[in-house]
Structures are given as structure tokens and as C-alpha cells.
């Protein structure tokens, strides 16, 4: 059985919680009998949680760093961009001594307005590059099975793997929607019972078009030596918060 080494959920008191997470109750990597719940803080809006969230960044950066030299991280997109940003230039973090990942990406050009990486630079990316960081980013094509095969290999190459192979971040900061989505894993989809480390989803965006993607797996997020869950603030997807 394979638990979280510590693991937060991190909301805002304005958010309704209508949902379970979307495990895997039939996978062992994913059981959560006989192991010890999450901890759940609640703040009291989007704002604080973007400031408890920047703190547990920098904390973890730090003290990974310290304790061997180097901090490896990945970060989902959506609102967990808009989060980070107030880590946007000046920081207690040595950047140049941490390489960073993605939780999920869409199967786009980098430079498209869909990628997570573009729309990470402006907010906050662009000024963390600058200061030395690795970031470890899909090479930019439609193809999921291939990106997929590319990244695990990207990821096996720069970041300590569990003795499964699944890449063991040191903190993974993971967005969770209204649905109860993580990454692009959501409720009952085929993916959500896979176990190799990067997961390829291909699916129909909101306009009937077809959506490739790159997701890291349930039981890869749950490799990581910390985990947090974030949920705050509202959308166009989810327009109740």
C-alpha cells in the first residue's frame, strides 16, 4: 500500500465541496484503509489561500534544499497559476537549485494560449527561469502517446523515482476542480484506474473539438513525498467556487 508521505488539502471557507476524490477504490496503490487521513486547512478566501500555498512552496523549497541540495516540485495549471503568482520575482527560494514539472498539459504548441507553460511564463515562470530553474515542459506536439512516452522519459531522467518508477516529487501542488477532478484525471474515466506515470487522454474540449492531454497518473501524484490539494476561488467552469 502506497499512501502520501504527507499530504493537505488546502481550501477556502467559500468553497463548497460537493464531491469525492476521484480514487481508485479497487487499486492497492490508492487505498486509503488503515492509513491516516489528509490534513484539511481551510482559510478564509482565494487570497489566503494563494498566501498559505506561496509560504508551503518556499518552506519546502528550502528545506529540500538544505537537506540534499536540490528541490524538484510540479505544479498543475488553471487556478493554481494565478496562485503562484505572488511569487513572481524576489523570493527566498534558490531557484537555480530546483527543477519543476507538470501535474497535466495539454498536448498543444508551448507557445499556444492552451499550454500551461505559456501562460505560467507572464505570471510568474519567466522570472523563476531567469533565476536558474529547470523546468521540464512536453515538446510541444498533438500527439499524446508520444508526449507521454517523451515526459516519463524527461522525468525519469531528472527526478528520483519510488521503487515502482513513478516519479517522487517533493512536493506536488495538485488543483482540484468542482467535479473532483486532479490533473486531467477525473471521476469515473478509464484513467483513473492507470498506474504507469503519465497517463495520455485524449477527449472533446468544450466545442467538440478534439483535446489531447498529458495528466500524471493517480498513483503518480501520490508518490510524491508532499502532496496539496488546492480548491478556491470561482470560474467559468465552475461558477458556484
Known sequence: MHVYARSLLLLART???????????????????????????????????SQALCKILEGEASQSIRATGRFTFAISGGSMLSFLKQLDGATTVDWSKCTM?????????????????????????????????????????TDADKEAEAY??????????????LPSFDLCLIGVGLDGHV???????????????????????GMGAISTKLSMSLPAMAASKRSVGVCAGRSAKAPLG
Open 101 to 141: 514539472g507538470f501535474v497535466s498539459h495539454r498536448c498543444v504548441p508551448l507557445d499556444s494560449d492552451g499550454a500551461t507553460y505559456h501562460k505560467a511564463r507572464p505570471a510568474f515562470l519567466d522570472s523563476w527561469v531567469a533565476q536558474g530553474l529547470t523546468v521540464l515542459c512536453p515538446t510541444g506536439t
Open 15 to 49: 468553497v463548497a465541496v460537493p464531491w469525492r476524490l476521484p480514487v481508485c477504490p479497487t487499486s492497492p496503490t490508492m487505498s486509503i484503509r488503515g492509513t491516516p487521513a489528509p490534513t484539511v486547512q481551510v482559510e478564509a478566501d482565494p487570497e489566503a489561500v
Open 152 to 165: 516519463e522519459a524527461s522525468l525519469r531522467a531528472s527526478v528520483a523515482s519510488d521503487v515502482r518508477g
Open 183 to 205: 490533473g486531467s484525471i477525473y471521476p469515473n474515466i478509464p484513467d483513473v484506474e492507470s498506474r504507469r506515470p503519465i497517463v495520455p487522454i485524449t477527449g472533446m474540449d
